[in-house]
């Protein structure tokens, strides 16, 4: 019964690959979100999808494009891989309120070799 | 200047201290604020949020002030399993842009 599920957990590849991540929430939240946290922790926000609709995105290359084909799922994908890209990608959801609780994914540590 | 700035720590503590984070955020047009917490190699929780009148859950007690744009979380008689980073957290548009400190890591030591 988890609430929000990525695939994979890992994932490693080679630079100049493309990748995709999944992301599935059962919550029946209407807010998705994409972070990256790098090797220094500190987690940042890529995306944020309200009901299918891009509502941010932040400062993130065009090599990264969500996909959001229902407002249950957001999947991440990555063309052109770089070193750089190399985090922990976490995928959460809520409910669009104050004091909205986000739940995070378990998140999908990405290593490009 | 970040949206979010916490100090990193680490804080290290002996059970049954009571040991104090704070953080402090840029944009006054903050309206949520949460302590999040993060265990080794794990995704984020909520610990909780955080309100005007400041408010308790067990050993944890978080106040915010608005006019100094800060918040802080208490953690009175400390445990082993409180270890972890605690994230500070603030929505500045409701349920849109939610902006996380680098977090502060916290170990007890028996």
């Known amino acids: 019964d988890t609430a929000v599920s990525q695939t994979p957990k890992y994932l490693v590849t080679q630079m100049g690959n493309d990748k995709s991540i999944k992301c599935e929430q059962n919550?029946?939240?209407?807010?998705m979100y994409w972070y990256k946290q790098d090797s220094k922790k500190f987690l940042k926000i890529m995306f944020s999808?309200?009901?299918?609709?891009?509502?941010i995105n932040e400062t993130v290359p065009n090599r990264f494009s969500p996909k959001s084909p229902d407002k249950a799922h957001l999947n991440l994908h990555i063309n052109s891989l770089e070193l750089g890209d190399s985090a922990v990608y976490f995928c959460?959801?809520?409910?669009?309120?104050?004091?909205?609780?986000?739940?995070f994914g378990p998140g999908t540590r990405l290593t490009v070799l | 200047r970040k949206e979010v700035e916490q100090d990193p720590g680490p804080f290290n503590v002996p059970e049954g201290a009571t040991v104090a984070f704070n953080c402090t955020y840029s944009?006054?047009?903050?309206?949520?604020f949460f302590w999040y917490r993060q265990d080794c190699r794990k995704e984020p929780k909520l610990l909780m949020s955080?309100?005007?009148s400041g408010n308790e859950d067990g050993r944890f007690t978080a106040q915010l002030n608005r006019a100094s744009q800060y918040i802080s979380l208490l953690i009175r008689d400390s445990k082993l399993s409180d270890s972890a980073t605690y994230l500070c957290?603030?929505?500045?548009?409701?349920?849109?842009?939610?902006?996380f400190g680098t977090g502060t890591s916290l170990t007890v030591i028996p």
């Open positions: 959460a959801s809520s409910q669009i309120q104050s004091y909205n609780e986000q739940f």
């Open positions: 919550l029946g939240h209407d807010t």
């Open positions: 999808y309200n009901n299918k609709e891009l509502i």
């Open positions: 944009n006054s047009a903050s309206q949520s």
């Open positions: 955080v309100y005007s």
């Open positions: 957290v603030v929505n500045v548009n409701t349920g849109n842009q939610f902006y």
